[in-house]
C-alpha cells in the first residue's frame, strides 16, 4: 500500500517510518509500529513525564497547561452525570488528576511511565501501570488527553475503556487532527506526528467510525487553540533546525483562522456517550 506520508522520529532515534491511510476508519497508521516502544520515551524532552521548566519551550507549554488545567476539570464537571467518579489514563504526573481531586472529584489514573508516576506520587496522587491493574469499577468520567494515539491495539483499549463507564458516563479524548492546516502546512515535519510515539492518527471521521462499533456517540467538538502554536514552534524547529518563534505564531494563528471556517483545527477534543 502507497504511503500517506514518509517522517520520522525526530526527538529520540532519528529512525524514519510510514503512515498508512486505512479507509475503513479514515485514519493514518504508523509502519513499522516498534515492538519495544519504551525506549522512543526515553528523553528529557519528553514533556509530558518530566515537568521540565527550562527552555522558553518548556515554560510556554507549562503555563499553558496551568490555564487548560482548569479548563479541563471544568469540562468534565459540565459533563458528568451521576458521581464525581474520575479515570484519568495517560495521566503522565498526575496535574490534572490534582486539580480534579482539588475540585471534588474521586480520582485514579494510569500512567505506564515510571519516572512520570514517581513525579505524580510526590504530589499526592497515586497512579496505577495499566487498565488491568485497576480495580473492577466503573466510571462516570474517563479522560485520555492526547493519550489515545499513544496506545497499541487500538480497537482492544477502546473496548476496555467504554466497559468501564457506567450507563451515561461520558468519554472525554483529545487528540491531534492530521486535517488542520498546521498538519498540511509542515507535512512530514508536523510535531504531532510524532512516530513511532504515536501509532494512529485521526482525523474527525476516525473517532465517529471507530467508537460506533462501541456503540459510543460523539456529542460535542472543542477546539484545543494553544495546540496548533506550540505544535508549530516544534515543526518549525523540526523543518529548519531553528525556532523561528515568530514564523511558528503566524502559522499557528493563521491555522486558528482557517479553522474558524473548516473547523479543523490542529487538535479537537471529542465528548462521548453511549448511543
Not at 480520582?107 to 512520570?116: K, L, S, T
Not at 508516576?117 to 497512579?127: D, N, P, Q, S, V
Not at 492518527?201 to 460523539?218: D, N, P, W
Amino acid at each position: 500500500m502507497k504511503p500517506y506520508l514518509r517522517t520520522k522520529d525526530y526527538s529520540v532515534t532519528g529512525e524514519r517510518f510510514e503512515l498508512v491511510y486505512d479507509p475503513n476508519f479514515k485514519m493514518l497508521s504508523t509502519q513499522p509500529q516498534p515492538q519495544d516502544l519504551n525506549r522512543y520515551y526515553e528523553s528529557q524532552s519528553y514533556i509530558s513525564h518530566t515537568d521540565a521548566n527550562k527552555t522558553l519551550i518548556d515554560k510556554l507549554y507549562q503555563r499553558v497547561k496551568k490555564y487548560s488545567l482548569m479548563k479541563k476539570v471544568g469540562l468534565i464537571s459540565k459533563y458528568c452525570s451521576g458521581e464525581k467518579t474520575l479515570l484519568d489514563v495517560g495521566a503522565g504526573t498526575g496535574d490534572f488528576l490534582l486539580k480534579a481531586k482539588k475540585s471534588g472529584w474521586d480520582v485514579q489514573g494510569v500512567e505506564p511511565n515510571r519516572d512520570a508516576r514517581l513525579l505524580a506520587e510526590g504530589k499526592g496522587i497515586g497512579l496505577s501501570t495499566s487498565l488491568h491493574s485497576l480495580p473492577n469499577r466503573k466510571y462516570a468520567v474517563i479522560t485520555l488527553w492526547h493519550v489515545l494515539e499513544h496506545l497499541p491495539n487500538l480497537e482492544k483499549q477502546i473496548e476496555n475503556l467504554v466497559s468501564r463507564l457506567t450507563d451515561k458516563g461520558t468519554l472525554v479524548i483529545a487528540v491531534p487532527n492530521y486535517k488542520s492546516y498546521d498538519a498540511g502546512h509542515y507535512g512530514p515535519y508536523w510535531a504531532a506526528f510524532d512516530v513511532p510515539r504515536h501509532l494512529w492518527h485521526f482525523s474527525k471521521e476516525s473517532i465517529q467510525c471507530l467508537f460506533a462499533i462501541y456503540g459510543m456517540k460523539v456529542i460535542k467538538v472543542k477546539p484545543m487553540i494553544f495546540d496548533s502554536f506550540y505544535v508549530s514552534l516544534l515543526s518549525e524547529k523540526y523543518k529548519t533546525g531553528r525556532q523561528n518563534y515568530f514564523k511558528a505564531f503566524a502559522i499557528g494563528l493563521w491555522s486558528n483562522l482557517k479553522a474558524v471556517g473548516s473547523k479543523e483545527y490542529s487538535s479537537h477534543i471529542y465528548i462521548l456517550r453511549r448511543a
